[in-house]
């Protein structure tokens, strides 16, 4: 099933076999897209590029349909592997993309100018608080997959972070059809943040949660958050976790 979605996705997808075996060492990837426009892939992200576009992680158990004209939320955007591929799979979707790493950023600005206006790229954090935070980069020296507002590891940068309830206000999103979260620790002070009437504008969200095994900081407390907030939860792949509101 992996590879018949990369047949279905992707029209130059023998270029992924001359990554995956070695016969090339050119970084990034450059993958044309059967909808449309491309993406770049740097080398050291493949594997999180696949369980976008293979695995279809962050769509396996979708709880809700995504309408046409949807407006998208990516937090902790990365490169914008995901921001691509939701404004490929949904029609006529929207979708707005944060990542407050700036080497990341770049990679995603690239990409979202791929993307033919319907992705909009924005170097901001999403966190609990606003200001300027401390950002660890983790131990890459390019694209990385670790940088953290709540980890103290690798080089420390700083980067402007927003409320969710700003982000929103900022840039005009009345409701939110689907909310990814990948975002290194964050989402608790994120989600626990959020006002109740924020949240009733999220149809559905799709959270990496990184348990870390004390408090509230924990999946079972962010279950138990999202459920007394009216959110249905069921757990997705690679520990991923949906939360939706049931349709009236």
Partial sequence: MRYLNLIKTISNWPVYF????????????????RGGGRIHVPREVMHEFKEVFFDEAYLCGLPLAVPEGATVVDIGANIGAFSVFAA?????????????????????????????????AVEEAIAGQAGTLVFHRGDATGVSTSGSLVRS?????????????????????ATCDLMKMDCEGAEFDILYGASDALLARIRQMVVEIHDQGRGDRTRAAVVAHLVKKGFRVKDGMHHLLWAWRQPQ
């Fill in 18 to 33: 001359a990554h995956k075996y070695n016969l090339t060492t050119t970084s990034p990837a450059v993958f044309e897209l």
């Fill in 88 to 120: 490929t799979r949904f029609t006529g979707a929207r979708v707005v993309a944060f990542e407050p790493d700036p080497v990341n950023f770049a990679a995603l600005a690239r990409n979202a100018a791929e993307a033919a206006g319907r992705v909009t």
């Fill in 153 to 173: 590891t690798g080089e420390k940068i700083t980067v402007r972070a927003v409320t969710l309830e700003e982000a929103f206000a900022a840039r005009g999103i």
